[in-house]
């Protein structure tokens, strides 16, 4: 079977899981994508799984589902959509070959659809555009057209066409195939039936729409096809033309054809950098990365789960792979597939496949796995944090819950830890003040660790290294008290303030003081 993998990308409330839900139910993967909708305990999107998620209606970590449609099985990845877990984003963006950016059609690009966007244009990722919401008030077409033709500096090739927009919504239009598809009145505004026709001139789309409405789609529909470039795969694939298409993900609207785009046009796995030389998915030997690790998914077994994106060759169960960082082998004895929440033995996976390998701490985020340990993946980087904060337990007898808490959601990326060279006091570091209440939820309902921040006195991190090992001791030696290791024993320099930043970069010029590590 052939396979798509994407992330689905957007600024938060843009309508990202529940498009998420939508392509599931499209696929026939759930029978009511109103897990969205419905009342009580099924109030819950399938992808968010974890209870502060459930509880706020956000997506905070990455979900990975797999569903198959006709000949092609997709491996959908759900991204956090809140600025404060920008991280664990760009970490899944490296594992997939695609993603579907959501925009809301009344709203048009918001701060964090952008920054998603130049994080898949660092990696080339193919964009397919999805305008959500076009069943209520928004912008026009034309309008939302030229904003990401003009922000993004992409060019736009729309493949359907709204009869109108809120109230004045009747339908799609499909460019693509010459087809209508029909809003049905009598069950609410849900897809309706799709109406064959020659052209976007066919009398028969006055007999399915009101008059004033098939006007509209003419004049605005013709205008569409002879104003914006037809699609074109090349440049799709390499990033400068983003094909569009107007829907709502609530209503099912366009769902159909995204999936359609997907199948037609998104990129098959592709080649993922390397050393010491990038990774063809035609090699026959296995290759793969870890791009998250997600500790307590079943919260009874305290188990740990590395999710790796195959690069190449087939995984088989109890086959034997080599951890290139450790240069151990293990054996993979039970690897999973995921559909949210639910899971099942994985009994083979190909190049784009994403597998789940339970493990006790053994792997860590940016591993890669090989039966032969001579390639090491590239591209994983961390980010230095923002916000550092000392952490105060409230039960002095539950330090060590918490030390565990901490050092697992730390491996996860939830947080950056930093235990200093003096002193026992752990400092946790985020990029946002939205990752100290999901650390201290998880910590609470996980650890049953209460645990509270104070202040630090440090405002800035940063990694530290030298070609000259004597001069990095002697920094390290001369600033002893503002030293510390992070999770994975790298040296860190931590500093009051940005001023104090600048003058020890001008002071120690011989050091590197890095915001940005990749992992290796």
């Not at 997600?294 to 590395?306: E, F, I, K, S």
């Amino acid at each position: 079977m052939e396979r798509r993998t994407f992330a689905i990308i957007s600024h938060p409330d843009a309508g990202k899981t529940t498009l998420t839900e939508s392509l599931l139910q499209a696929a026939g993967a759930v029978h009511e994508a109103g897990e969205v909708k419905a009342r009580g305990d099924r109030r819950r999107a399938r992808s968010d799984w974890m209870k502060i998620e459930q509880q706020r209606g956000i997506s905070v970590t990455s979900s990975v589902m797999t569903f198959q449609r006709g000949d092609i099985l997709f491996n959908l990845l759900d991204t956090p959509g809140h600025q404060d877990f920008s991280e664990d984003t760009y970490r899944t963006l490296t594992a997939v070959d695609c993603a579907i950016m959501v925009i809301d059609a009344a709203k048009g690009i918001e701060p964090q659809t952008r920054k998603l966007f130049e994080v898949c244009r660092l990696r080339n990722v193919p964009i397919v555009t999805f305008v959500n919401k076009v069943d209520r008030e928004g912008l026009s077409p034309f309008a939302l057209l030229d904003e990401i033709a003009e922000v993004l500096q992409l060019d736009v090739s729309p493949q359907n066409w709204p009869t109108g927009i809120g109230g004045l919504f009747h339908g799609l239009y499909d460019l693509r195939r010459s087809g209508l598809l029909v809003a049905d009145r009598s069950d609410g505004v849900v897809p309706g039936r799709w109406i064959a026709t020659e052209s976007i001139e066919d009398p028969a789309i006055d007999t399915a729409i009101p008059v004033d409405a098939a006007e509209s789609l003419r004049e605005d529909g013709g205008l569409a096809l002879a104003s914006y470039p037809t699609f074109d795969l090349e440049a799709f694939r390499q990033g400068d033309l983003t094909p569009v298409i107007f829907g709502s993900a609530l209503r099912g609207f366009g769902v159909e054809q995204l999936l359609d785009v997907l199948a037609d046009d998104g990129p098959p796995p592709q080649p993922q950098p390397a050393r010491p030389a990038p990774v063809d998915p035609g090699e026959s030997r296995l290759t793969g990365f870890v791009f998250k690790v997600q500790a307590n998914m079943d919260p009874n077994h305290r188990d740990r789960v590395a999710f790796v994106r195959i690069c190449s060759g087939k995984l088989e169960r109890g086959m034997k792979v080599t951890n290139t960082r450790i240069g151990k082998p293990m054996a993979l004895h039970n690897p999973i597939t995921f559909f949210a929440r639910d899971r099942e033995l994985a009994h083979g996976a190909v190049a784009g496949d994403i597998v789940g390998i339970p493990n006790h701490g053994t792997l860590r985020v940016g591993d890669t796995l090989t039966e032969k340990g001579d390639v090491t993946f590239t591209g994983l980087p961390d980010f230095a944090p923002e916000i550092l904060r000392r952490v105060r337990l409230g039960d002095p007898l539950k330090v060590k819950q918490m030390r565990r808490g901490l050092s697992d959601l730390a491996e996860e990326g939830v947080i950056r830890l930093f235990k200093p060279a003096l002193g026992s006091q752990w400092i946790v570091g985020v990029i946002g003040e939205l990752q100290l209440d999901v650390l201290q939820t998880r910590l609470d309902q996980e650890y049953g660790v209460a645990l509270e921040f104070e202040p630090s006195p440090y405002e800035v991190a940063r990694w530290i290294k030298s070609d000259d090992p004597a001069l990095l001791k002697k920094l390290m030696e001369t600033h002893r008290s503002s030293m510390a290791e992070d999770q994975d024993e790298v040296p860190v320099l931590l500093m009051r303030n940005g001023w104090e930043f600048g003058r020890l970069q001008e002071e120690w010029p011989g050091i590197t003081f890095s915001a940005v590590r990749e992992r290796s």
